[in-house]
DNA sequence: GCCGCAGTTCAAGTGAGGTTGAGTTTTTGG
DNA sequence: CCAAAAACTCAACCTCACTTGAACTGCGGC
């Protein structure tokens, strides 16, 4: 399949392509573009060409949400990597220490909701004076103006 | 503080009170009632007038929001449990089974989101081929149109 | 009797993370 | 060589959970 003696750092996608074996609709990606978490650069005929470094770009964004961050971290995540060769290291193990504290972080939040979820099922109270479940929503107030964006999973349905 | 013999079902409590004693501000909760969350009455001069009841239902769907449910569910929660009276045993125990798998399919993913990243800092790869945390973003693809509400914590900063 | 804060409605804006559609151009296969 | 498939741009739209602003009205106090 090569022709030539490069090995394949030569061979550039489409998006269609890119679309197609990471999963992400092209109009994604080109929002990504936008966003600065991808790049390309352009045929003659200004069609966006994609190195296969970008696969693995993708791939990390994808894994970066899984684990709750907004694109706008991903993008600092992803400005502080090498785009043309594969992350060191040192790189990686900064990156993996501050996702896992971030899922820690988040799954202990919702250990203690479950919890306190399980002790209600018990009491069967929904009593606001007793209530755990109701007084740990205490400090959900005071946050500024714009959506929240809140901790919908994303299970099986819409 | 009584003067009258019925204890208290009579004290109406207005928007301020309520948006002070929840956390909840008066627009949002001219919102819920808008999505057919919580209900008051009216003065003769078409102010909103709460039941103390509210508080709970208020702190109800602060708990289910934080259990990850949309607004939409909460109200079809709500709308299975009675508005003027506590809720019985039983409506709180269906309810909160709901709950409780919800939180334990969220707690479940994220908890091998870590073990997978666990893995990753230990080879340090991010290699497509081998690593786990890309190949398991596969299936994250195909939904339908809108926007796709995200597990983003809502940890100390926007 | 009037000041002023708290309340009212309704429309529009916000922000994240995209999708959809129209209209045009480029690329590809027969 | 030409039609069809795929890409392009740009603006508009979508959801969710609210907030903000404009323009009024209600209610308690002095």
Redesign the pocket.
């Known amino acids: 399949m090569s022709e030539e003696n490069v090995p394949s750092k030569d061979h550039w996608l489409?998006?269609?392509?890119?679309?197609?074996r990471s999963g992400?609709?092209?109009?994604?990606?080109?929002?990504?573009e936008d966003?600065g978490l991808i790049r390309?650069r352009?045929?003659?005929?200004?069609?966006?060409?994609y190195q296969r470094s970008t696969l693995r770009r993708i791939a990390f964004?994808q894994a970066a949400?899984r684990v709750g961050?907004?694109?706008?971290?991903?993008k600092q995540a992803l400005d502080s990597l090498p785009d043309d060769r594969t992350p060191t290291r040192a790189d990686w193990s900064r990156l993996s220490k501050t996702w896992r504290s971030r899922l820690d972080e988040r799954i202990s939040e919702l250990e203690r909701l479950r919890d306190d979820l399980d002790g209600c099922i018990g009491c069967g109270c929904l009593s606001l004076q007793r209530c755990n479940l109701y007084n740990k929503a205490d400090r959900?107030a005071e946050?500024?103006?714009?959506?929240?964006?809140?901790n919908?999973g994303i299970p099986g349905e819409?």
């Open positions: 489409s998006i269609g392509e890119i679309a197609h992400v609709a092209a109009s994604a990606l080109r929002f990504y966003q390309s352009r045929t003659a005929g200004n069609q966006r060409q964004v949400q961050l907004a694109l706008a971290e991903i959900l946050r500024g103006p714009g959506a929240r964006i809140l919908v819409a």
